[in-house]
């Protein structure tokens, strides 16, 4: 992300960068039918994924029957996040995936002819396949197979805008190719030797090393380089971190499933007009906004990328830098879709995903949104589930009101009670009073400024000798 992502602004209503960010997003669409395919399928791992026509499989390993549904059909929605088209789905019920085909050679065939008969030229599967599993499923169903992982490091490659996601993404997606390797076809053993090496000539020719070997050697160099690049955008954001912590400022983040309504309870609470759609993953680079308490205290407010069933581990690796921000935040605010068929379920990958990145230790309140979408019923189990929840629509403001109230409380207050008398000269003071502490009183008199207030350690020192005798 650039460095002006983090650069906090004041909760005022400005232009909705968002409506341009998402006119951007949707004047380039995929279309339909138009697939220049190779036929060569061993060549897809060298090309930008490009889905179009694609069939759906899973493999029901564990939990209810749906579970299992509520999961593929999550699977097609990031189909379509990612600009296809789904024609069919099926699920298969086995103890494990099949080390082989991952679903076994008979049902193999069996989608073989479901994905001729339908005239998809892609499968995607609901896991990860090992290398193999990818490379012998192609070879039976004779068409691209994409598992989930690559399916969603797709979408994050289309929707990154900022150089640090950009670069995020992109090291995601190569830690994810780096042992799913295959070349060209027979390019596999072709080997580097005479002017195919760099015109070396003669001396220069021998075992030489083979075009796979020379692609790794480039992806390990290309990742180096990504790694270095973000440790040093990680420098600068965490300069601008430490200004908040050094003026105590305290930190609210909003994190939580896809398409929970993040960015649009963002907007709803500091009219940041950050890009709203309804999609999977829509926005990715985390924005901060500076708020107030009603009582004046200043915090700031951070939208962090969403969580989703089975994040790929190399997305958590390459985005820990910027999910640093959840794991350092006063609050977070957990943003759960009420009107989810399965919200329990985004709860715990939500909750996984923390544990992940170590931020089990901040308090963590949870705040269901979209309820004028979610059934009666619904919510009133919601409730008794999480009794201690909030509940509120970013589209209607309902709920809004009372999440601001919360969110006040929750925030840590100042903890030295002062009782100062301030000089008019000392004007500094007083603003920094007012925008680092909780005034409790103000009282204007022909000697200066009179605030009771409660303030940090380091500004109670500071206003010392300016304490009212008792």
């Known amino acids: 992300m650039t460095d002006t992502d983090y650069d906090y602004r004041d909760d005022t209503p400005g232009d909705a960068t968002g ?52 999961s593929l059909a ?67 169903v004779k068409v691209k197979v994409v598992d989930r992982t690559a399916l969603i490091l797709d979408i994050f490659a289309q929707h990154a805008s900022s150089k640090e996601g950009k670069a995020q993404v992109e090291l995601a997606q190569l830690q994810y190719l780096m042992p799913r390797l295959r070349g060209w076809g027979d390019s596999l053993s072709r080997q580097v030797g005479g002017r195919a ?111 989703v069933r089975h994040l790929p581990t190399q997305l958590i690796e390459a985005f820990r830098s910027t999910l640093e921000e959840v794991a350092e935040a006063d609050l977070i605010l957990h943003v759960v879709d009420a009107s989810d068929a399965d919200p329990e379920a985004q709860i715990s990958a939500v909750r996984a995903v923390l544990i992940d990145i170590e931020a ?14 979610a059934e009666p019923d619904t919510l009133m189990r919601l409730r008794g589930l999480a009794p201690d929840a909030l509940f509120v629509s970013a589209r209607t403001g309902e709920g809004i009101a009372e999440l601001r109230s919360i969110v006040d409380a929750l925030l840590p207050r100042p903890d030295v009670e002062v009782d100062v008398l301030v000089p008019y000269n000392r004007g500094d003071l007083v603003a920094r009073m007012h925008q680092d502490a909780e005034v409790l009183s103000t009282e204007h008199t022909p000697e200066g400024t009179r605030l009771h207030a409660r303030v940090d350690a380091g500004l109670a020192a500071t206003l010392g000798t300016f304490a009212v005798p008792a």
């Open 19 to 70: 409506d341009y960010d998402l006119e951007e997003r949707q004047a380039l669409r995929r279309v339909v039918g138009l697939s220049t395919e190779l036929q060569d399928v061993t060549e897809v791992e060298y090309r930008q994924l490009r889905l179009e026509r694609v069939v759906l499989v899973g493999v029901w390993t564990g939990g209810t029957q749906a579970e299992a549904e509520n």
């Open 74 to 140: 999550e699977l097609a929605r990031l189909a379509e996040t990612a600009g296809s088209e789904v024609l069919d789905a099926l699920i298969q019920r086995r103890s494990k995936p099949d080390p082989a085909t991952y679903i076994g050679s008979g049902k193999a065939k069996d989608l073989r002819d479901i994905v001729h008969a339908v005239g998809a030229d892609t499968v995607i599967c609901d896991g990860e396949l090992a290398p193999g599993q990818l490379r012998q499923l192609e070879e039976v």
């Open 197 to 307: 090496a760099n015109g070396v000539g003669i001396g220069g020719r021998g075992p030489g090393e083979t075009k796979i070997e020379i692609d790794r050697r480039r992806i390990n160099s290309r990742m180096a380089k990504l790694r270095r690049e973000i440790a040093g955008m990680k420098t600068a954001r965490d300069v601008k971190r430490s200004r908040r912590v050094s003026h105590r400022v305290p930190s609210v983040v909003l994190a939580g499933y896809t398409n929970a309504g993040k960015s649009s309870l963002l907007n709803r609470l500091t009219d940041a007009g950050v890009l709203v759609e309804n999609a999977l993953f829509a926005t990715l680079d985390p924005t901060v906004r500076r708020s107030h308490t009603a009582d004046g205290r200043e915090f700031t407010l951070a939208d962090t990328v969403g969580f």
């Open 360 to 373: 089990t230790h901040v308090l963590e309140r949870l705040v269901f949104n979209k309820i004028d979408a």
